[in-house]
């Protein structure tokens, strides 16, 4: 008997290399599965001693997403306090995908499933995600282990196989700490940010930002910035003075450094200036001692580590890097790239990672050499239970490789380094005296460069001094006073923030990257020169408003408390729910003292920011008042009555104007034009856009509702959108005359109408019997009509007419035809809905046939 084993992955590209890895009778054979992004790869194999046919399939990141119920998503309508006691709720993290409907189909037959997810705390929470939907599916097999889990931290064919033959079970408890870290960050980031987000967009108009954003890790990120530039602010320098000496020998002149170092006082330096100066023109060699030191050997790498030295030395952000390092471990170039290990465990076979570099054409010489030489005991570090540090996988070039070759480079120059010989040197001081004074003069020789033969970053270069001798005179060139000033710390750089993340325990090794990289996209800090980060008026406003009214709010140590608990959990010596209750309970008492004290950090704003009277510019008139409303035109795009006291969120791509002083029929509201860089334009009212008439839900994802009565007028709806994956509908811009064109209500599609042959244009009530699409009425120009005998009238559909087809271009002048037959009613009347599976092709099917074939006839002949 053949049992069938379903095997899951964590992306596409791993689901076929590991299919490639463990097939060991030919190759396997590929499929499409229900999702349209993750194939199935099957091939016949050996399972616990039972022939087997595997299936190897895979998600993509996470199956499912955290969320409120919809009735908890409009901002306007739910307080922000209500959400801490919110349920939540798992969506599919991308719908479009199919997901779950593709395991619960290929799950049906099989009898285990085998998980391959990446293997970390997030790794182990998509296991539960995945077995959710295949577990149900299941054969029976008598009360045996059905659900086993993969161990592996690199793609290598040896290392999947290792794990292939050591399978254990996913670790519940791990899943479940990043289920309460979710719902934590969820009802913490969304309370706070949405209430400070309403509270000071509705009130200042230059913040620059679409979302006033809190998040618990986001901003104790954001609060060592500014606790930076604080003490940058704050730094008063002072003067401070040094004797600076030179003496000369063997025709080279040596700077030499003052015992004292530095003084503060410019009457002392110079007492001591006189008394060198009054003594005898030479000084004396009282000392000269040589020492043998070293320059230790780097440990292996981790995350943070990694992250640090690509910003300092790859000028990569971390989110850039660890994007890279990231699809370098998914092509089999770098082992798994989250992990907080930098120690090699005993097992790890570094000969055999060294020897996969041998034939390199750049360091292969020196791999070889080290073999033969003997690799150095890799320096100690910390073992955290959960991935090897990042090693190479296998030789690669740089055309090989792409743009991660700077990495991997890097990464590969690391490695070997960290098995290498320190590097020594012969450290020769020199001490001098004069008037009862010291100085001295420092030389270096390197005896065995060591690990800085292949780590670029840590070459030595030899300082070489004239040989000197006990007792001799030397003679003393000049003795001046240097005057300094001392200077502020500098910005934090990237590598910094790193640092002080991974001290304070803010953010996992997997996260740290995300936290700063939102920091720069919300506008709170910008990156300057050398990677480092300085903050923005927003992001100094917000630290220091929330110190004012509840300092934990933006302090390290609260979050590194949250992440403690969530490690309690995944070590299972806490309550998930425990653990979620207790922080819940914590922040909601936080929130409401922030909200009964919001004023304070107000007072620091209003010293800040422009007011929205000041920002804002009169455009069209409220439907309330009859006052006029004000657009601010820096990001958040809006518009706001002075006098009802009411802010209107608007489009936030495209110019604003007025639109011919009309009102809406339904407020009263003057309305706007809308028009942005891709060509569209449209009308718009201020309070249906904000607060639409027929339900957010409705709205969403629309330019404009066709229920609309401004639109009913002003976009008329002709045909159903041809773009792919696109439920939206083209309507007849009535502005565009004399190039007519018609757009979608949902996408960027639009369409490019008779060139500049027709006088006018209308959409009729009528409907295409064939197509269901509305009929245009259109009048040409007399001297340049299409139509034959000069006529100039004609009332046809876009789709179906041969000569309407013909002067009609979709995008980058591709002629038009309505795409995906088939689809049994996209457009809207007689024609919806004909098409039914089994029975022929609908009327829509033909329609959209014959306009194919129209525009493909009048491709010929324009040839």
Same mark, same amino acid.
């Given at each position: 008997m053949v049992i069938s084993v379903l095997m899951v992955a964590e992306k596409p590209s791993i689901a076929q290399t590991l299919a490639e890895a463990l097939c060991t009778r030919g190759k396997p054979t590929s499929r499409k599965g229900v999702s349209p992004v993750c194939s199935v790869f099957e091939y016949e194999g050996d399972f616990y001693g039972q022939r087997a046919w595997f299936k190897v399939t895979s998600c993509a990141g996470h199956v499912y997403s955290i969320d409120f119920p919809p009735e908890f998503n409009v901002w306007d309508r739910v307080h922000p306090l209500t959400l801490y006691g919110a349920k939540t709720v798992k969506n599919e993290?991308?719908?479009?995908?199919?997901?779950?409907?593709?395991?619960?189909?290929?799950?049906?037959?099989?009898?285990?499933?085998?998980?391959?997810?990446?293997?970390?705390?997030?790794?182990?929470?998509?296991?539960?995600?995945?077995?959710?939907?295949?577990?149900p599916q299941l054969s029976s097999v008598g009360g045996e282990q059905q659900v086993w889990r993969a161990k592996f931290s690199s793609l290598a064919?040896?290392?999947?196989?290792?794990?292939?033959?050591?399978?254990?079970?996913?670790?519940? #408890?791990e899943a479940l700490s990043v289920d309460a870290r979710q719902e934590i960050d969820l009802k913490l980031g969304c309370s706070f940010t949405r209430f400070q987000t309403k509270y000071f967009q509705g009130k200042y108009g230059d913040m620059d930002?679409?979302?006033?954003?809190?998040?618990?890790?986001?901003?104790?990120?954001l609060w060592f910035c500014v606790r930076r530039h604080d003490e940058i602010t704050a730094f008063q320098p002072e003067n401070f003075y040094t004797l600076d000496l030179v003496i000369s020998k063997q025709g080279r002149e040596l700077s030499l450094e003052w015992y004292r170092g530095q003084v503060f006082d410019m009457a002392i330096t110079t007492t001591f200036q006189q008394i060198i100066q009054a003594a005898t023109g030479s000084m004396r060699v009282a000392d000269i001692s040589q020492k043998e030191d070293r320059m230790p050997r780097p440990q292996a790498l981790n995350t943070v580590a990694m992250l640090k030295m690509a910003s300092t030395r790859l000028g990569l952000g971390p989110q850039r890097a660890m994007h890279l390092a990231e699809n370098l471990y998914l092509q089999g170039w770098l082992t798994y790239p989250r992990t907080e290990t930098n120690t090699y465990p005993a097992n790890f076979d570094l000969r055999a990672t060294v020897g996969a570099q041998t034939q390199h054409h750049v360091w292969g010489q020196y791999s070889q050499d080290l073999l033969r030489q003997g690799l150095a005991r890799a320096r100690e570090g910390t073992d955290m239970g959960d991935h090897?540090?990042?090693?190479?996988?296998?030789?690669?070039?740089?055309?090989?490789?792409?743009?991660?070759?700077?990495?991997?480079?890097?990464?590969t120059r690391h490695f070997l380094a960290s098995v290498s010989g320190d590097c020594k040197f012969l450290r020769t001081k020199v001490r001098f005296e004069v008037a009862g004074e010291e100085f001295t003069l420092s030389g270096r020789k390197v005896i065995d460069p060591g690990f800085?033969?292949?780590?670029?970053?840590?070459?030595? #270069?030899?300082?070489?001094?004239? #040989?000197?001798?006990?007792?001799?005179?030397?003679?003393?060139?000049?003795?001046?006073?240097?005057?300094?000033?001392?200077?502020?710390?500098?910005?934090?750089?990237?590598?910094?923030?790193?640092?002080?993340?991974?001290?304070h325990g803010i953010g996992t090794d997997a996260s740290m990257a995300t936290h700063i990289n939102n920091i720069c996209e919300r506008n709170y800090v910008t990156l300057a020169e050398g990677r480092r980060l300085i903050p923005t008026k927003l992001g100094i406003g917000l630290v220091h408003g929330f110190q004012l009214v509840d300092n934990e709010l933006v302090v390290p140590k609260v979050r590194a408390n949250i992440e403690a608990s969530c490690s309690l959990i995944a070590a299972g010596k806490a309550q998930m729910e425990a653990v979620v209750h207790h922080v819940l309970k914590i922040f909601r008492g936080k929130f409401v003292y922030f909200e009964k004290n919001v004023d304070l950090m107000d007072q620091l704003f209003q010293s800040t920011f422009t007011s929205l009277e000041a920002s804002g510019r009169p455009l069209s008139r409220c439907g309330v008042c009859n006052k006029y409303l004000y657009v601010v035109d820096r990001k958040p795009v809006r518009m706001f009555c002075k006098n009802c006291d009411r802010v209107y969120k608007m489009p936030q791509n495209g110019q604003i104007k007025l639109y011919k002083e009309l009102r809406c029929p339904l407020d009263n509201f003057e309305l706007c034009f809308v028009a942005n860089k891709q060509g569209k334009s449209y009308p718009l009212c201020p309070m249906c856009y904000d607060d639409p008439p027929f339900g957010a839900k409705n709205a969403a994802g629309k330019h404009w509702e066709l229920e609309h009565p401004v639109y009913q007028k002003y976009r008329p709806q002709v045909l159903s959108c041809i773009a792919d994956n696109c439920n939206g509908a083209l309507c007849l811009d009535v502005d565009s005359a004399p190039k007519w064109q018609i757009d979608c209500n949902v996408c960027m599609q639009n369409l490019q109408i008779f060139g500049d042959k027709a006088h006018k244009v209308k959409v009729s009530a009528d409907l295409c019997e064939e197509c269901g699409s509305h009929l245009l009425i259109v009048t040409f120009n007399k001297a340049k009509s299409p139509?034959?005998?000069g006529e100039t009238e004609r009332t046809a559909c876009l789709a179906c007419d041969t000569l309407f087809n013909s002067l009609t271009e979709a995008g980058q002048n591709k002629?038009?035809?309505?795409?995906?037959p088939g689809k049994g009613g996209k457009g809207k009347g007689k024609g919806k809905g004909k098409g039914k599976k089994?029975?022929?092709?609908?009327?829509?099917?033909?329609?959209?046939?014959?306009?194919?074939?129209?525009?493909?006839?009048?491709?010929?002949r324009g040839k």
């Open positions: 993290a991308n719908p479009k995908l199919r997901v779950p409907a593709h395991f619960q189909k290929e799950a049906k037959g099989c009898s285990y499933l085998v998980l391959w997810l990446d293997c970390d705390r997030e790794g182990e929470n998509i296991c539960f995600e995945v077995m959710d939907n295949v577990v064919p040896v290392d999947l196989k290792k794990a292939m033959a050591n399978l254990g079970s996913p670790n519940k #408890d930002t679409n979302l006033i954003s809190y998040g618990p890790c986001q901003t104790p990120t090897p540090p990042i090693t190479p996988v296998r030789a690669g070039t740089q055309q090989q490789i792409g743009d991660g070759w700077s990495l991997y480079e890097m990464v800085t033969r292949i780590q670029h970053s840590g070459e030595m #270069d030899d300082i070489t001094i004239p #040989d000197f001798h006990v007792n001799e005179q030397v003679p003393v060139q000049n003795v001046s006073i240097g005057s300094h000033k001392t200077r502020a710390p500098p910005y934090l750089s990237e590598s910094d923030l790193l640092t002080l993340m991974e001290k139509l034959a005998n002629g038009f035809f309505r795409r995906n089994g029975r022929g092709p609908s009327a829509d099917d033909l329609a959209e046939e014959r306009g194919r074939q129209m525009a493909m006839a009048g491709k010929k």
